[in-house]
């Protein structure tokens, strides 16, 4: 088994500047928090669905893990704080990875995804991994055009406290999400996302979405997010480090 040293050493940064261009291959093993590649939300929620504020101190990064926390911790008018971290850099067709151990809690989401929309001012595309416990423990995978935004799928999920492997290969005509090198989702469809979009990793709640989430308690907090590595390789590249989707024999030429 690949260490995480050799994984560090296997992949390259590129380094160019951020712009609406999609930007090359990385591997993030948040041995520190590189502001260069990642931007910090704090101060601010998505609107009156989300009962938390993005706060900067519930982003952390530890032991060579990154934390994000769903807290009871009051400031300005809300009684939660919840985390997001979204890449400065937009990201084209490719493998979009990261391995996480994921909390659920009814009336929480946790998630993994990509983004582009309104705030960059662009049409809406986004692919997602959405972690969830109304009833029982779900994944939803989803994508939004601004042609499309009723495209989810859940797939039953186990609340035992492991990393896993999440991963999606977006092309052009099609996405395939993986779990730790198995499929278990492909879309191919006219209307599926066709902008770079920026990658984000989040942690919130909802008194409203209930019908979706259920209700959070805020006795149940403290929630965290953990991810060992966040990586992404251009549909042109394969196999750049052992952990990878493209290292699966049939993934990367299927």
């Known amino acids: 088994m690949p260490t995480r040293r050799s994984i560090r050493l296997v992949l390259c940064l590129i380094l160019v500047p951020s712009s609406g261009a999609a930007e090359g291959a990385f591997l993030d093993p948040f041995d520190d928090l590189d502001r260069a590649r990642w931007f910090v939300s704090d101060g601010w929620s998505n609107g009156s669905h989300q009962n938390c504020i993005w ?4 982003v952390a990064v530890a032991d060579g893990q990154l934390r994000l926390t769903m807290s009871a911790d009051a400031r300005d008018a809300f009684d939660l ?18 391995r996480m151990r994921v909390p659920y809690a009814e009336g929480m989401n946790a998630n993994f995804f990509t983004f582009i929309g309104a705030p960059q001012d662009r049409p809406h595309n986004e692919i997602d991994f959405e972690f969830l416990a109304r009833d029982t423990p779900v994944l939803q995978t989803n994508f939004h055009t601004a ?55 989040s942690i919130w709640s ?3 979405l209930t019908d979706w989430m259920g209700r959070f308690d805020p006795a149940s907090a403290p929630k965290v997010l ?14 750049r480090f052992p952990e ?11």
């Not at 590595?229 to 196999?239: G, K, R």
């Open 81 to 98: 704080s919840c985390a997001e971290l979204q890449s400065n850099a937009r990201y084209g067709y490719g493998a979009f990875e990261a």
């Open 244 to 254: 990878s989707i493209l290292c699966v024999d049939g993934v990367a030429d299927n």
């Open 55 to 58: 706060s900067a101190d519930q």
């Open 147 to 201: 042609r499309s935004s009723t495209n989810e799928a859940l797939h039953p999920m186990q609340d035992d406290a492991t990393f896993r492997t999440y991963a999606f290969v977006w092309e052009p005509g099609r996405i395939r999400w993986f779990i730790d090198g198995a499929l278990i989702r492909e879309a191919s469809d006219a209307t599926l996302p066709d902008e770079p979009q920026k990658i984000y990793a």
């Open 206 to 208: 909802t008194d409203r």
């Open 226 to 239: 953990e991810v060992d590595w966040i990586a992404y390789t251009p549909l042109s590249d394969v196999c």
